[in-house]
T-cell receptor, first 108, second 114 residues
């Protein structure tokens, strides 16, 4: 069974601070995806990283895929209250397996 | 991108009964999956819905409890059979067109079993 460990599970910080969420696995995936989920809705894809060492930026969000394609990180710069939500990493192969998620709460 | 419609959006059911959840995609998707999510928690994969053949179930999930149909590339159903309170959860349908393409989700079915 392939498992994804995501940390931290909960994070509450002040607006304007920076944060990093980590996603680790002992398995290699063909790619890794990050999703964000709002209450009452399904998860929505933020980014897909495919190549080991790849870095992708989405405004204030920076995603990195580890060289060995087993781990990834999401860094948010100058967090805003609108960033509040559940962030999920997902390992991709013939199916998609999700990490336990990070519930992020940005305080005004 | 694919739009996925799921119904019902919520239901309250009695112990011992069964509920069938329908999932309709507005375009053809190669792969469809069913997930379960406890409120505030992550998603657990139940099964891959295979077109025209039996679904592929993950460990801990069996066909007798969660029969799945997928008669074509745009439609699938999940039945939660002989329900108990432990089946109370959010059930999510999803689909994608290729391995690295985005996984699109419906808004889920919130099931409460009393």
């Amino acid at each position: 069974t392939q498992l994804l460990e995501q940390s931290p599970q909960f994070l509450s910080i002040q607006e304007g601070e920076n944060l990093t969420v980590y996603c680790n696995s002992s398995s290699v995936f063909s790619s890794l995806q990050w999703y964000r989920q709002e209450p009452g809705e399904g998860p929505v894809l933020l980014v897909t990283v495919v190549t080991g060492g790849e870095v992708k930026k989405l405004k204030r969000l920076t995603f990195q895929f580890g060289d060995a394609r087993k781990d990834s990180s999401l860094h948010i710069t100058a967090a805003q209250t609108g960033d509040t939500g559940l962030y999920l990493c997902a390992g991709v192969y013939d199916k998609i397996i999700f990490g336990k998620g990070t519930r992020l709460h940005i305080l005004p | 991108s694919a739009v996925i419609s799921q119904k019902p959006s919520r239901d309250i059911c009695q112990r011992g009964t069964s509920l069938t959840i329908q999932c309709q995609v507005d375009s053809q998707v190669t792969m469809m999956f069913w997930y379960r999510q406890q409120p505030g928690q992550s998603l657990t994969l139940i099964a891959t819905a295979n077109q025209g053949s039996e679904a592929t179930y993950e460990s801990g999930f069996v066909i007798d409890k969660f029969p799945i149909s997928r008669p074509n590339l745009t439609f699938s159903t999940l039945t939660v059979s002989n329900m108990s309170p432990e089946d109370s959860s959010i059930y999510l349908c999803s689909g994608r067109t290729s391995t690295n393409s985005p996984l699109h989700f419906g808004n889920g079915t919130r099931l409460t079993v009393t």
